[in-house]
């Protein structure tokens, strides 16, 4: 069945097309019109900007994934199974634009819709191309508003075992980039100075940041200390700013080891047969790569799924995705009872 996915949660405006059977998912269109060069100039997202960039853009790239997906104005109505839409976590202004067109296609189309939890849609970009997939599966969604470890027991069956309590991984590589001065979005930017970091030179002292609470019984995370300690390192260093890729490449590891070991300790902990990414840092090549190493060592009976690179930040297939396996659930709505919800509870 062909399922219509719509996101505007932050500054991503996005739709897209699959087409499920079973357990199987084809995207068949996947458009994504960016807003970061727009909100590059202030240092972050400007939600009233944003709102009214998702306005003018909604249509045209719903229009587009219905076009790369072979349906038109006419035959989407009748091709169409659902149209599913992020109602929440996010910017109440720009999800009310994602919500309120949803709500007027589903209306004129007579189509069902069903309601997404954004970070729940971080995870089914794993589903994309991976049928197979053994429950209970371990999720560590990492974003710029999240950072937990998840236990899924079925399609729809969440628990979380940990997660941040305060920023959020994504949100400290963009504070770090800021602190530094070196561009908006962080994550981006810190990983690939960290990737020109070879070896401390020997003029300097190495630069060593904290693992916070890697120590600790339980599966939490905090990240606003090593932000601070990031800080107090370069108010301390006159030289920090010819070390960018040094305390980048530390500001990195610092996160990924931290992650890696608390999500290996949990896969142990539940014996659990998947472990799973999710979420805009899971684009992060040193946390893939990590991730990816600690398995094969330490748990090789364990499957690692890594979502495709162009389904780990903000899109609409994971939207789509998520929207068929609940739509199959029967979990759908209609125009009158879906609501956007900013604080939306995963
Ligand atoms: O999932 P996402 O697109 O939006 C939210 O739902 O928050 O995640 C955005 C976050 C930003 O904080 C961004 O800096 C981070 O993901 N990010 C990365 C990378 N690409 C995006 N962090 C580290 N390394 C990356 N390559
Ligand atoms: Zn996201």
Redesign the pocket.
């Known amino acids: 069945m062909l399922i219509l996915g719509i996101e505007s ?2 500054d ?1 405006t996005a739709a897209s097309v699959i087409n499920g059977q079973g357990d199987k998912i084809v995207v068949l269109s996947n458009i994504v019109s960016s807003q970061i060069d727009i909100h590059k100039k202030y240092g972050g997202v400007v939600p009233e900007v944003a709102a009214r960039e998702h306005v003018l853009h909604a249509i045209p790239v719903i229009e587009e994934a219905l076009l790369q997906a072979g349906l038109t104005r006419k035959t989407a109505a009748k091709k169409l199974s659902a149209i599913a839409v992020t109602a929440g976590p ?1 910017l109440i202004t720009s999800l009310i634009t994602g919500t309120e067109t949803a709500k007027s296609l589903a209306f004129a189309w007579s189509l069902p819709l069903v309601s997404i939890n ?2 729940e849609a ?1 995870t089914y970009a794993n589903f994309i191309g991976n049928p197979k997939i053994k429950f209970p599966a371990l999720i560590l969604t ?5 950072t937990l470890l998840v236990l899924m027991t079925d399609h729809g069956a969440f628990k979380i075992i940990g997660e941040t309590i305060d920023d ?4 400290a ?2 504070k770090a ?1 800021k602190l530094m001065d070196i561009g908006y ?7 690939k100075f960290a990737s020109e970091f070879t070896q401390t030179p020997n003029k300097y002292p190495k630069i060593v940041l904290p693992r916070p609470l890697l120590h600790k019984p339980n599966f939490n995370f905090s990240f606003s200390g090593l932000k601070t300690a990031l800080l107090y390192q370069l108010q301390k260093d006159k030289n920090w700013q010819k070390r960018i890729p040094e305390y980048c490449h530390e500001f ?1 590891q610092a996160i990924v080891q931290t992650l890696v070991a608390k999500t290996i300790k949990a896969a142990e902990k539940y014996k659990i047969p998947t472990i799973m990414l999710a ?3 899971s ?5 893939r790569f990590a991730l990816q190493e600690a398995v094969s060592k330490q748990l090789p009976k364990t499957q690692l799924i890594l979502p495709d690179l162009k389904y ?3 899109n609409a297939a994971m939207i789509a995705t998520n929207g068929y396996f609940r739509f199959k659930n029967k979990q759908q709505t209609d125009y009158k009872s879906l609501k956007a919800d900013p604080n939306l509870a995963f």
Do not use: K, M, Q, Y
């Not at 990492?142 to 999240?146: L, P």
């Open positions: 949660s932050c991503e996010g954004h970070v971080h990492v974003s710029g508003g999240h959020a991984a994504g949100e590589f963009d980039a979005p962080g994550g981006p930017i810190v990983s990195e979420g805009g840092v684009a992060n090549s040193a946390l780990t930040t903000d």
